[in-house]
């Protein structure tokens, strides 16, 4: 079945670290590879995005890989700072296109 | 822009009781999307709706919730009766194409069902 696994659960930096957290799908169709960022008691927002023509995409500190071959995808956080301290998802469309379906998320947490 | 709004924001009931969630999407946005998040785990999949159509309610645990979206503006999630693996946050998104597409989260409503 469709399927999202994500690690690790739990990240521990320390500021200025660099932080990567993976995923890895089952459906080799999916073609857009979000990630969402949950602050806690807040709502998950969208922090970058990737699609299926293109391996990596940059954001200032944030930057997303795609290997389409191995199907995995993997956030990268450079010079933490501990406002990046959230629990991060992944997420890949099902095969229907009619949702996404999230990793189990992992706790970022930075410590200055 | 208003973003994706959901009430109430929280919700404690009794087992077997009756709970309506309410959300309203992004004006303009044709999809609306309920997910649930139980006691950390991930958050999972409840249903689709394009329009006033469900499209997809694979997600949805079985008969006591019921989803609907007349009009094709807000949704109401009702859940009845309630039992007490219901409890969790359920998040609304909106997007203006298909899923493929950037889905906006509301703050989610958190149920405790005791």
């Known amino acids: 079945g469709e399927n999202v696994e994500q690690h690790p659960s739990t990240l521990s930096v320390q500021e200025g670290d660099s932080a990567v957290i993976k995923c890895t799908y089952s459906?080799?169709?999916?073609?857009?590879f979000p990630w969402y960022k949950q602050e806690l008691g807040k709502r998950p927002q969208l922090i970058i995005d990737i699609r299926s023509n293109v391996g990596e995409k940059k954001d200032q500190r944030i930057a997303v890989t795609l290997n389409k071959t191995a199907k995995h995808f993997s956030l990268h956080i450079t010079e933490t700072q501990p406002e990046d301290s959230a629990v991060y998802f992944c997420a890949a469309p099902n095969q229907a296109g009619t949702a996404l379906i999230f990793g189990k998320g992992t706790t970022l947490s930075v410590s200055s | 822009e208003a973003g994706v709004t959901q009430f109430p924001s929280h919700s404690v009931i009794e087992k077997g009781q009756t709970v309506t969630l309410r959300c309203d999407p992004i004006?303009?946005?044709?999809?609306l999307y309920w997910y649930r998040r139980v006691m950390g785990k991930e958050i999972k999949f409840l249903l689709h709706?394009?329009?006033?159509?469900?499209?997809?309610e694979s997600g949805m645990p079985n008969n006591r919730f019921l989803a609907e979206r007349t009009g094709g503006t807000y949704s109401t999630l009702k859940v009845q009766p309630a039992e007490l693996e219901d409890s969790g946050v359920y998040f609304c998104?909106?997007?203006?194409?298909?899923?493929?597409?950037?889905?906006?989260f509301g703050p989610g409503t958190r149920l405790l069902v005791l």
């Open positions: 998104a909106s997007s203006q194409w298909t899923s493929d597409e950037t889905q906006y």
């Open positions: 004006s303009g946005h044709d999809n």
């Open positions: 709706f394009v329009k006033e159509s469900k499209q997809d």
């Open positions: 459906d080799s169709a999916s073609n857009y």
